[in-house]
């Protein structure tokens, strides 16, 4: 994989690599050594610093996409080498929607008989009546940003059963 330079958020250094897909070049910034791999869907440069920097306090392996197209094909290729263990999808997108990733992932996991993977839905939206629709649609749980990235650490070890290492 090409290694094309680092990013630094705080005092965590991420490792910006390209990806080649299929018919299509993907950046994905990951940061390894960590037993939970992490798939952020966020088209918000900033919102998704926050989030990294957020996940690098549990040691998490993240790999980071701007969009839901992305996330369907990351999330396929992975499960050729070490499926994710969560995903955290942003909703409002370009080029695809965080809801019709989800439903395209939530297919392809019956269609390849996979291991169901839980799906945080990320929204600026703070409405109780958005939030049980997108329950009831197949997110395992949502949270509003930015007024609950605190709580984003605590709801990753939820869905996965992992929790921070030991420092």
């Known amino acids: 994989m090409p290694h094309l330079g680092w990013v630094r958020v705080g005092a965590l250094m991420f490792t910006l690599h390209t990806v080649r897909g299929t018919d299509e070049r993907r950046e994905h910034m990951t940061r390894t050594a960590s037993s939970t791999r992490v798939l952020v869907v966020e088209d918000d440069p900033s919102t998704a610093l926050m989030i990294l920097a957020e996940l690098g306090r549990m040691h998490c392996s993240v790999s980071l996409v701007e969009n839901g197209l992305m996330a369907v094909r ?75 990235l605190h709580r984003l650490l605590a709801v990753v070890q939820d869905l996965t059963g992992k929790t921070s290492p030991a420092t």
């Not at 499926?83 to 370009?94: A, E, K």
């Not at 990733?101 to 799906?119: K, Q, Y």
């Open 74 to 148: 990351a999330w396929l290729s992975a499960l050729d080498e070490q499926p994710f263990d969560v995903v955290v999808m942003d909703i409002n997108m370009p080029v695809m929607s965080g809801e019709a990733a989800m439903h395209e992932i939530r297919r392809m996991e019956v269609d390849l008989t996979e291991p169901r993977t839980p799906i945080l839905a990320f929204s600026a939206s703070d409405d109780t009546a958005r939030t049980r629709h997108w329950l009831e649609m197949g997110f395992d749980a949502v949270l509003s940003k930015p007024a609950q």
